[in-house]
């Protein structure tokens, strides 16, 4: 139970639509707080449009990246689209034409994505951000590899630390976007891009552990 084979499994991405659909009015909600309330609806938008783009067949994932990160790139407004969508296309591009996917290709992978979210703005950690998601779990798959740990156990360290940090941006104070502007008045409640990332990544989790072989 060490790789998956990424020839079919681009089913992994029809799972992440289904999750941000599920999840469409929570995300609106909770960026309505200190935003435009309109995350969920965007995010939904961008991820039925890939997964209508990609149909039922489970291809493979390198290629069913590609169509997300193309897709999320035209097909959504605001910064969202243009951070999501070079996220999975840094992603997809990781992959390339391997033909299994590992732990540690999935940490060059997603570290892949990271480095084009910090290119593209000016966020860091503790900004109230995706980042307080992404970057912890990050940190966590990669000290399960070295630790030894097997892509399953690594898995799920990924997915609980970032729940840990999509919590944590709760008390945090807003420092990028529109929420900025609120100061104080920011702290209290979840970022949302810090929640999206956070199903993002526990749904890519389960969805991989489904198909280790």
Known sequence: MSHVVLATAGGVVLALADTINANRAWLSEIDGAIGDGDHGINMSKGFSLAAAALGKADG?????????????????????GPLYGSFFLDLAATLGTAATLDAPLLSRGLHAGLASLE?????????????????????????????GADFATALDAMSAAAE?????????????????????????????????????????AEALKQRLA
């Open 60 to 80: 493979g994932l390198s290629a069913a990246f590609q169509t997300l990160g193309d897709t999320l790139l035209s097909g959504i407004g605001g910064s969202m």
């Open 119 to 147: 290119d593209l703005g000016s966020a860091k950690l503790g900004d109230k951000t995706l980042l307080d998601t992404l970057i912890p779990a990050l940190t966590a798959l990669d000290a399960a590899i070295a630790a």
């Open 164 to 204: 840990a940090g999509r919590d944590s941006t709760k008390d945090l104070v807003a420092k990028i976007g529109r929420a900025a502007r609120l100061g104080e008045r920011s702290r209290g409640v979840l970022d949302a891009g810090a929640a999206s990332c956070c199903l993002i990544l526990q749904t890519l």
